[in-house]
């Protein structure tokens, strides 16, 4: 029981840290977009959106706010 | 054993409401910032941006994000009952937060070109970043509250609400300046 408590917070953590890499490369893609191609506004607000959705889903757990009582946390 | 029971069965039941107020709270709060962002590419279009530092944007910018994985972490830690983690990650965020606050406010509009009277592209500046410190300094004042809390042993794995709370509230942050660095800091040339 221990050991399956230990496992899903590792595996929690580990989804967390993914999440950050994955922001940090899109933020660096952003950044290297922004002062190459200076025209370039649509591709710069689809990386925002996909960083925002991201969080939302994976940091801000929005799919909480539609779990059923029985399926809470 | 019952009582323990209806109590936490009661406490989820809150739990589903505080959720759904939260999110409206965050829903409302949002306009606020959709608002400023319509302003900024209403009287700026997509050709001029302020003349702020690159460098300053990238860095507080990756503190943010780093803040949030951070907060994250804490939330998950005292989730699975990991009180250490817990207390040693919020700290760490609600450091980074007042470091955040230090980039812009501190650095950001010292070294600054231009002053808030300077032009649309200066006024839009200081009031979307001061906005946006205004929530990062809040966020920290409820970071500060939930780690004393932490400390008295008040959160368990069963009911940490109000970490659960505050970390809404502190990514939502970080979402609001994941739409406010391109559109301040690299859509447009100064």
């Not at chain 1, 950050?20 to 190459?36: F, H, K, N, Q, R």
């Not at chain 1, 925002?52 to 539609?66: E, N, S």
């Not at chain 2, 470091?99 to 200066?122: H, N, T």
């Given at each position: 029981m221990d050991a399956n408590i230990e496992n899903m917070k590792k595996e929690a953590y580990r989804a967390g840290?993914?999440?950050?890499?994955?922001?940090?490369?899109?933020?660096?893609?952003?950044?290297?977009?922004?002062?190459?191609?200076?025209?370039w506004w649509a591709p710069l607000v689809g990386i925002s959106l996909l960083k925002?959705?991201?969080?939302?889903?994976?940091?801000?757990?929005?799919?909480?706010?539609?779990a059923g009582e029985e399926e809470q946390e | 054993m019952s009582t323990q029971t209806s109590t936490l069965s009661d406490y989820r039941r809150r739990l589903t409401t505080n959720r759904l107020g939260l999110w409206l709270f965050i829903i409302s709060d949002a306009f606020l910032f959709g608002g400023l962002l319509v302003s900024r590419f209403y009287l700026l279009g997509t050709a001029i941006r302020p003349e702020a530092s690159q460098i300053v944007g990238l860095v507080v910018t990756s503190i943010l994000l780093l803040s949030s994985f951070f907060m994250n972490r804490a939330e998950t830690a005292i989730a699975h009952g990991d009180r250490k983690t817990f207390q040693f990650s919020l700290l760490v965020t609600l450091l980074l937060g007042v470091?955040?606050?230090?980039?812009?406010?501190?650095?950001?509009?010292?070294?600054?070109?231009?002053?808030?009277?300077?032009?649309?592209?200066?006024?839009?500046?200081?009031?979307?970043?001061?906005?946006?410190?205004?929530h990062v300094l809040s966020g920290v004042l409820f970071l500060a509250i939930v780690w004393r809390n932490g400390r008295k042993g008040l959160y368990s794995p069963e009911k940490h609400w109000a970490v659960e709370a505050a970390a809404v509230y502190w990514h939502f942050v970080d979402v609001v300046w994941v739409f406010f660095y391109p559109a301040l800091y690299l859509i447009g040339t100064p």
């Open positions: 840290f993914s999440v950050l890499v994955l922001l940090a490369m899109l933020t660096v893609g952003e950044y290297l977009l922004g002062s190459i191609a200076v025209g925002a959705f991201f969080i939302v889903r994976d940091y801000m757990h929005l799919p909480r706010l539609f | 470091l955040f606050l230090a980039g812009v406010v501190g650095v950001e509009w010292r070294i600054a070109p231009f002053g808030p009277s300077d032009g649309a592209a200066a006024s839009l500046f200081y009031t979307m970043t001061g906005f946006h410190a205004f």
